[in-house]
């Protein structure tokens, strides 16, 4: 079992900005891609911005707007972390974030995927 402990979340003004941490521990995996994903209250998850070993980032065109310029994700494969620096956060970014790490140790055709619990993020004057 994969655990992530996720750090960074808060109360910040519009305009403000943010790191998310999050670490991913265990004895044996592969990481294939980590990413961090909002849910604001009453909607589903969804992919804030991921980076995968493979070099290949997204980000998100419908969270509070397109969060290209503004977000941008690292990730050190060797230490097993994955940050989110965000810049000029917006009132509809609130929610929860959570972290999220897909496991490849047993192959792409069996992929297991992690979530941490979530950080709270409240963006509001």
């Known amino acids: 079992q994969v655990q992530l402990v996720e750090s960074g979340g808060g109360l910040v003004q519009p305009g403000g900005s943010l790191t998310l941490s999050c670490a991913a521990t265990?004895?044996?995996?592969?990481?294939?891609?980590m990413g961090w994903y909002r849910q604001a209250p009453g909607n589903q998850r969804e992919l804030v911005a991921s980076?995968?070993?493979?070099?290949?980032?997204?980000?998100?065109?419908s969270v509070q707007g397109s969060v290209q310029g503004r977000f941008i994700i690292s990730a050190d494969y060797a230490k097993n972390t994955v940050n989110l620096h965000m810049n000029n956060l917006k009132p509809e970014g609130t929610g929860v974030y959570h972290c999220?790490?897909?496991?490849?140790?047993?192959?792409?055709?069996?992929?297991?995927?992690?979530w941490g619990q979530g950080t709270q993020i409240t963006v509001s004057s």
């Open positions: 265990r004895t044996c995996f592969i990481i294939d891609v």
């Open positions: 980076s995968g070993t493979a070099g290949d980032m997204k980000y998100s065109d």
């Open positions: 999220k790490v897909v496991d490849r140790q047993y192959g792409r055709s069996r992929l297991q995927y992690f």
